[in-house]
């Protein structure tokens, strides 16, 4: 399976911004597919899944309510549209695939098989 998220540029605070993952060589084990984001010296964040069966969607307290997390099926791609985006937003936003992704207690927990190379995202004025 390969990922390969695109969408990533500057953007103003207050704006909006689509993120796109494109997913080949998709299998039944996958069930959820992910958003996730990463600053340097921190972990890598989840913020978003939706699964591959239902389309059901989860967020982490962070994006939930500006950020958006559709799929396409005809198109193996999954969004994430970003509004209200602040400074704390910016960050390198890759996606993953794998069987297990869900909130708990504020937090997106994952089990990611596979990673996408990231897109940049930069909030600034």
């Known amino acids: 399976v390969q990922l390969q998220a695109s969408g990533g540029g500057l953007v103003q605070p207050g704006g909006s911004l689509r993120l796109s993952c494109a997913a080949s060589?998709?299998?039944?084990?996958?069930?959820?597919i992910g958003w996730f984001r990463q600053v340097p010296g921190k972990e890598r964040e989840g913020i978003s899944c939706?699964?591959?069966?239902?389309?059901?969607?989860e967020y982490s307290d962070s994006v939930k309510g500006r950020f958006t997390i559709s799929r396409e099926k005809l198109k193996n791609t999954v969004y994430l549209q970003m509004t209200r985006v602040n400074p704390a937003d910016t960050a390198l936003y890759s996606c993953?695939?794998?069987?297990?992704?869900?909130?708990?207690?504020?937090?997106?927990?994952?089990?990611?098989?596979?990673w996408g190379q990231g897109t940049l995202v930069t909030v600034s004025s």
């Open positions: 060589g998709v299998a039944s084990r996958h069930l959820k």
């Open positions: 993953g695939i794998g069987d297990y992704c869900s909130y708990g207690r504020g937090l997106i927990y994952h089990r990611m098989e596979t």
């Open positions: 939706i699964s591959l069966i239902d389309d059901t969607t």
